[in-house]
């Protein structure tokens, strides 16, 4: 079983499960609303795809040519063009695009020895996703634990050093975080790997079931590859998560604090509890429903950012074989790549939708 092919089981069950536990036990306005918001997704995954499909299309350049290089003849490169279908008529390739789209098989790779695109994301999509679960914990323990600490010490240092903490960070260039990083604990102090997601010679031993390292690593026992692995796996994930933690501390610290407006709070402080109680057991809960909105919406910017991040870390992921497929103008591939970050965004916000109407019953009516 190609390791992208567990991750969608992995992905998919669960939110299959999700789902018919919510039109199982949920009321009429949420199961329409759910309806909706699932009908909604199929648009928007469609749309985005075709954009790509005409922007890659219009743009200088040719992918034959990019491979072949100084080398390919005229004839060897409409030879080519034809083998892959770039001659045909501009409606028989979206058609064509329209089918892959549909039924998930990407096709051939148009460069780098036309291998199939699945096969190409099995290898890589595992590395993204390995990136940007703990890249989004650390974002969530960060900008949750620290809005929550800002607003709980309101007007004082620890709030101005963190609102200050969340203007800075988010303002800053993400390659230029991960060149500071690389320049800091791995060059000048050699604590820390810069590249790669493992040390080469450890890389050997470890056997891949998933290809996600640290499951794998796990799974078989090797301690060595899970070391190597955790190592290499620090300086992207800090430099990705932090950046993500900003927006998370902003608004965590303002509706952390309008909520400790509430009258029910003031009735709740009348009454003796005690402040962490009020703040972290009360307030907290609460201000954590636009936190849960605001969760879907990073998705996408996730995925931005691990494009840069991956560049900078010679992370053999999606992002970075992205960057590769668009500098060799490859059209089937960056297609590919596109409608999957469409998709895993579009499910991604759908189950954030469903559990927000579930903690929020306002949103379904």
Same mark, same amino acid.
């Given at each position: 079983?190609?390791?992208?092919?567990?991750?969608?089981?992995?992905?998919?069950?669960?939110?299959?499960?999700?789902?018919?536990?919510?039109?199982?036990?949920?009321?009429?306005?949420?199961?329409?609303?759910?309806?909706?918001?699932?009908?909604?997704?199929?648009?928007?995954?469609?749309?985005?795809?075709?954009?790509?499909?005409?922007?890659?299309?219009?743009?200088?350049?040719?992918?034959?040519?990019?491979?072949?290089?100084?080398?390919?003849?005229?004839?060897?490169?409409?030879?080519?063009?034809?083998?892959?279908?770039?001659?045909?008529?501009?409606?028989?390739?979206?058609?064509?695009?329209?089918?892959?789209?549909?039924?998930?098989?990407?096709?051939?790779?148009?460069?780098?020895?036309?291998?199939? *695109?699945?096969?190409?994301? /099995?290898?890589?999509?595992?590395?993204? +996703?390995? &990136? =940007?679960? @703990?890249?989004?914990? #650390?974002? %969530?323990?960060?900008?949750?634990?620290?809005?929550?600490?800002?607003?709980?010490?309101?007007?004082?240092?620890?709030?101005?050093?963190?609102?200050?903490?969340?203007?800075?960070?988010?303002?800053?260039?993400?390659?230029?975080?991960?060149?500071?990083?690389?320049?800091?604990?791995?060059?000048?102090?050699?604590?820390?790997?810069?590249?790669?997601?493992?040390?080469?010679?450890?890389?050997?031993?470890?056997?891949?079931?998933?290809?996600?390292?640290?499951?794998?690593?796990? *799974?078989?026992?090797?301690? /060595?590859?899970?070391?190597?692995?955790? +190592?290499? &796996? =620090?300086? @992207?994930?800090?430099? #990705?998560? %932090?950046?993500?933690?900003?927006?998370?501390?902003?608004?965590?610290?303002?509706?952390?604090?309008?909520?400790?407006?509430?009258?029910?709070?003031?009735?709740?402080?009348?009454?003796?509890?005690?402040?962490?109680?009020?703040?972290?057991?009360?307030?907290?809960?609460?201000?954590?429903?636009?936190?849960?909105?605001?969760?879907?919406?990073?998705?996408?910017?996730?995925?931005?950012?691990?494009?840069?991040?991956?560049?900078?870390?010679?992370?053999?992921?999606?992002?970075?074989?992205?960057?590769?497929?668009?500098?060799?103008?490859?059209?089937?591939?960056?297609?590919?790549?596109?409608?999957?970050?469409?998709? %895993?965004?579009?499910?991604?916000?759908?189950?954030?939708?469903?559990?927000?109407?579930?903690?929020?019953?306002?949103?379904?009516?």
């Amino acid at each position: 079983m190609p390791p992208i092919t567990l991750l969608a089981i992995i992905i998919g069950v669960p939110s299959i499960l999700l789902l018919a536990y919510v039109f199982i036990r949920g009321t009429t306005g949420l199961r329409r609303y759910i309806l909706t918001r699932i009908v909604l997704t199929v648009p928007m995954v469609f749309i985005l795809g075709s954009l790509v499909f005409f922007i890659m299309r219009v743009l200088p350049g040719d992918p034959v040519s990019s491979a072949l290089g100084p080398k390919g003849t005229p004839e060897m490169i409409q030879q080519i063009r034809t083998q892959l279908g770039l001659n045909d008529p501009m409606i028989v390739q979206y058609g064509r695009f329209l089918g892959q789209m549909v039924t998930l098989k990407f096709g051939n790779s148009l460069v780098g020895g036309h291998r199939p *695109i699945i096969d190409e994301m /099995s290898e890589r999509f595992p590395a993204t +996703l390995e &990136l =940007i679960i @703990p890249a989004s914990i #650390l974002a %969530l323990v960060v900008g949750i634990y620290g809005g929550t600490l800002a607003a709980s010490r309101r007007k004082k240092a620890t709030d101005y050093a963190f609102r200050i903490y969340a203007v800075v960070i988010y303002s800053v260039p993400i390659f230029w975080l991960g060149l500071i990083l690389q320049l800091f604990f791995g060059v000048k102090l050699g604590w820390l790997p810069i590249s790669g997601r493992i040390d080469p010679i450890i890389g050997t031993t470890l056997q891949t079931h998933t290809n996600l390292y640290f499951i794998d690593s796990l *799974i078989t026992g090797n301690w /060595s590859a899970l070391g190597s692995v955790v +190592l290499h &796996l =620090i300086l @992207p994930t800090i430099t #990705l998560g %932090l950046i993500q933690s900003g927006l998370f501390v902003r608004i965590t610290r303002a509706n952390v604090i309008e909520t400790l407006q509430a009258d029910y709070i003031a009735a709740a402080r009348a009454r003796g509890i005690r402040e962490k109680v009020l703040i972290y057991g009360h307030a907290l809960k609460n201000a954590m429903i636009p936190v849960i909105t605001l969760i879907g919406l990073q998705v996408a910017i996730l995925l931005a950012g691990a494009v840069l991040t991956e560049t900078v870390f010679s992370w053999p992921g999606m992002g970075s074989y992205l960057v590769e497929r668009i500098s060799a103008r490859d059209y089937t591939a960056v297609q590919s790549v596109i409608t999957v970050f469409a998709m %895993l965004v579009a499910l991604i916000s759908l189950a954030v939708d469903v559990i927000y109407s579930l903690v929020d019953p306002r949103v379904r009516y």
